[in-house]
């Protein structure tokens, strides 16, 4: 049974940081590229990050380049979200995929596998 566990998330003042985490179990990690998409309320869900299976290749949506950074730990079976310099927009529920043998794709629908999600809230 395949399982993404998000954890991490809380409350935040702007300009603060938070790091998420997801922890993979039932899958070959490895062979996933990961991403991180969010949700805001009454909003799409929305693409954040993603890396590759191979290479480490990462691919970002430009309101968060030079603020985020991805980065997966393969021993480890787990992806990291580096946020910093978090502004009140980036506030939604966060969420990790897996995409088998992917390359980091923006869209969702490449995804194959989806945690639950975990809150991000950046107060003013």
């Known amino acids: 049974q395949v399982q993404l566990v998000e954890s991490g998330g809380g409350l935040v003042q702007a300009g603060g940081s938070l790091r998420l985490s997801c922890a993979a179990s039932?899958?070959?990690?490895?062979?996933?590229?990961m991403g991180w998409f969010r949700q805001a309320p009454g909003k799409e869900r929305e693409f954040v990050a993603a890396?590759?299976?191979?290479?480490?290749?990462?691919n970002y949506l430009d309101s968060v380049k030079g603020r985020f950074t991805i980065s997966r730990d393969n021993a480890e079976e787990t992806v990291y979200l580096q946020m910093n310099s978090l502004k009140p927009e980036d506030t939604a529920v966060y969420y990790c995929?897996?995409?088998?043998?992917?390359?980091?794709?923006?869209?969702?629908?490449?995804?194959?596998?989806w945690g639950q999600g975990t809150q991000v809230t950046v107060s003013v």
């Open positions: 039932g899958l070959s990690f490895s062979s996933c590229a």
């Open positions: 890396v590759s299976w191979s290479w480490g290749r990462t």
């Open positions: 995929a897996a995409d088998v043998y992917g390359l980091g794709s923006s869209s969702g629908d490449s995804y194959d596998y």
